[in-house]
């Protein structure tokens, strides 16, 4: 026969695991925000906003190289109002590959530590409040955004449709936007489509025909076709040097 204390102890196990379990579910959400970022104090603070992780944090080591800060099937237009709302959808892409679309949104000026990550649910589409960008005054030409599955250890970039929700979204080219943390007087890129057989490599486009400021975004139109998988090189030549950087990254075109 089972003793008293025995039942009395079995129920506080049952109890503490319950607890446990409950504490470790309302955490998990949270462990999709970038743990490598460290929050501002204060209410406008990188932090789980039910949904996404959003917010300022503070300064990291400057990237020290090209960056994808935007890649966009069309424009962003909308005005940071109290009571804005936003929506991120993306194409389907299971043919080319497999996993949950992962969204990132960023502020494009240069030492503006904004950040929103979120993971898009199976219908492909978010919607989310817009309080924070009316709080920084975030225009719609201050900020890029950009999709990505995570295949192994290499990132399959996917582009993103967002606007305010209701609101028609033309059909529009690819569009990403680079970065380079430095003034660069020659910015070059090239596609290729993975997979190819016997195809040559396409000869090198001029992204810019002057010098770009340290931090300014260039915009780059990827070339239509069917949906396929993309091979993207930017190359750029730093101001008043010799050295190079580069960007290789792999875009699905829907």
């Known amino acids: 026969m089972i003793s008293r204390r025995a039942s009395q102890d079995a129920l506080a196990c049952l109890l503490f695991a319950l607890l446990v379990g409950v504490s470790v579910a309302a955490s998990a959400p949270a462990n999709q925000c970038d743990n490598t970022l460290q929050p501002i ?50 194409p389907n892409v299971s043919a080319m590959v497999r996993g949950p679309i992962r969204v990132r949104v960023v502020a494009l000026p240069l030492k503006t530590y904004y950040r929103m990550d979120a993971v898009l649910p199976a219908s492909h589409r978010m919607i989310w409040a ?54 660069v007087e020659t910015l070059k890129w090239r596609a290729s489509v993975v997979g190819q057989r016997g195809a040559t490599p396409s000869p090198w486009l001029d992204a810019v025909t002057s010098p770009v400021p340290a931090g300014q975004p260039v915009a780059i139109a990827l070339p239509g076709g069917a949906p396929a998988m993309l091979h993207i090189e930017v190359a750029a030549k730093e101001q008043n040097t010799t050295k190079w950087s580069r960007l290789e990254i792999q875009v699905i075109r829907p």
């Open 41 to 90: 104090a204060g209410d406008l603070g990188y932090v789980w906003r039910g949904g996404r992780c959003e917010g300022l944090y503070t300064s990291l080591v400057a990237a020290s190289s090209l960056e994808l800060v935007s890649l966009l099937k069309g424009k962003l237009h909308f005005h940071p109002q109290p009571d804005l709302r936003l929506e991120a959808s993306a």
């Open 130 to 183: 817009g309080e924070v960008l009316h709080e920084l005054e975030l225009y719609a030409h201050m900020i890029g955004a950009f999709g990505w599955v995570e295949v192994g250890t290499q990132k399959v970039f996917v582009p993103l449709q967002v606007g305010q929700p209701g609101a028609s979204l033309p059909q529009a080219a690819v569009e990403m936007m680079v970065r380079s943390p430095v003034a």
